[in-house]
């Protein structure tokens, strides 16, 4: 069996990051499981967590009232899900629900944050790939959208 450092070490979001950095990362990380229809976070809920997807199918959705759940984007494994943890005022922005059983790694945001703090070389680092995800995600929705407002004008 793998140490979990070994696994973080392997998910494409951790690529390349420096052994120093990848230990400070593993001490506040678990594995952890949902099944399909639970949520891993709610709209409004306190960000407390973000996920490396290993397997399984998880689903982005923004519900109003009113109106039926819209699911913008599902992610499958190699994805990240979360960065609200992050961000203050540390509230989730959207929905995550397991589509399928899904297996994470689950990281405390928490305590990343404080090893941030205490290490702004590692701080930079995760802003910066975070960043990439929130353009990844921004990009993949805004095409979605324009697919789905350009079939009810044409």
């Not at 070994?6 to 990362?25: G, K, N, R, T």
Request: net charge neutral; proline share 3%; charged share 25%.
């Amino acid at each position: 069996m793998k140490h979990l450092q070994d696994v973080i070490a392997e998910h494409p979001f951790f690529q390349d990051l420096e052994s120093a950095h990848l230990a400070l990362v593993t001490g506040c990380a678990k594995m952890a499981s949902f099944k399909s229809g639970e949520f891993l976070f709610r709209y409004g809920g306190a960000a407390e967590h973000f996920f490396l997807l290993r397997h399984g199918r998880v689903s982005l959705e923004i519900t109003a009232p009113g109106r039926e759940t819209f699911r913008f984007q599902t992610v499958g494994p190699g994805e990240v899900i979360g960065w609200s943890w992050l961000f203050e005022p540390h509230q989730a922005q959207f929905d995550a629900r397991a589509v399928d059983d899904v297996s994470v790694i689950q990281f405390d945001g928490k305590c990343l944050r404080g090893k941030c703090e205490a290490d702004a070389a590692l701080g930079y680092n995760l802003m910066k790939r975070f960043a990439r995800v929130l353009v990844q995600r921004f990009t993949d929705t805004r095409l979605q959208l324009m697919d789905v407002y350009g079939k009810q004008t044409r």
